[in-house]
């Protein structure tokens, strides 16, 4: 009969990405054990390098996939590769980018060679080992935060100021969702999105410091706004556009202080 176990094989991927930011020179050439996934009661592990490129605004990374084929393995590598470039949204508050295959970053390298300036973020040890170590237990213990993460990265990368409110609220709603406590909460209001980031906000900001969803009447306009668009109750005007243009930054700021606040608070993983 046959063999029903299934053959893998590593392979080794190389992927540039894209972004306003800069390894420290500590960071170049090295190599982290990063991207530990469980099948079948097996563990399967990435060694990934990541390395300077010599263009501003590119970071180019290794790093080895556990596949049954090539196209498997770039299929795999990409989600890998996606969600390491979520977490580096986060630890920098810059959106990162990726491109697979190489061909299809022709144009970004295109445009990033005739920046005439450049102010890159300096990427640290500290905020690489985050990601790196933090990756494959975010994947077994929080996907929804990893989910989060996708969102903002999302919202930071977006040309459409509609979609980019959009995205940043998704953010807060998606944590709010996961990370509220529901013994604070009334029974009958524990399904409400709108209860649910109250409890949220006030456990990690209890003194008010997120002005952005500090105010119930902006939050019910948040919502609202999120509410129309998603669900296209309203028509779209300029004057919707400007409106949810006004909210894009205050949203991103608020976003980006809920997902921080989560991380420190609630991100630990006790296996260590």
């Known amino acids: 009969m046959p063999s029903s176990e299934v053959t893998t094989h590593q392979f080794n ?3 540039l990405l894209y972004g306003p930011i800069k390894p420290c020179p500590e960071l170049d050439r090295q190599r982290q054990r990063v991207l530990k996934s469980h099948s079948q009661g097996e563990d399967f592990f990435t060694e990934i390098t990541l390395l300077d490129h010599r263009q501003s605004g590119m970071m180019q990374v290794e790093y080895l996939v556990t596949a049954r084929s090539p196209n498997s393995a770039e299929r795999v590598g990409a989600v ?3 969600q390491l470039c979520d977490l580096l949204s986060v630890a920098t508050r810059c ?4 491109y697979m295959p190489d061909d299809d970053a022709r144009d970004e390298r295109i445009q990033q060679s005739r920046r005439s300036t450049t102010v890159d973020r300096i990427l640290t040890v500290s905020e690489w080992e985050w990601v790196t170590g933090n990756l494959a237990f975010f994947r077994r213990k929080h996907p929804r935060f990893l989910a989060a993460a996708s969102w903002y990265r999302k919202g930071l990368l977006g040309k459409d100021a509609l979609d980019d409110f959009c995205c940043f609220w998704r953010v807060i709603e998606r944590l709010a969702a996961s990370y509220f406590d529901k013994s604070k909460v009334s029974e009958s209001d524990r399904g409400r999105a709108k209860a649910q980031i109250s409890q949220l906000l006030a456990d990690l900001f209890p003194s008010g410091g997120l002005p952005a969803l500090g105010d119930e009447e902006l939050v019910n306009r948040f919502y609202k706004l999120r509410n129309d668009l998603s669900h296209g109750n309203v028509p779209i005007t300029v004057e919707l556009i400007d409106q949810a ?3 894009v ?6 976003a980006y202080a809920v997902l921080d606040a989560i991380r420190h ?3 630990v993983d006790s296996s260590e």
Do not use: V
Request: charged share 15%; hydrophobic share 40%.
């Open 249 to 254: 930054q205050p949203m991103a700021d608020a």
């Open 245 to 247: 243009t006004s909210y």
């Open 95 to 98: 959106g990162i980018r990726f």
């Open 13 to 15: 991927i190389h992927a």
């Open 265 to 267: 608070k609630s991100l």
């Open 80 to 82: 890998y590769l996606s």
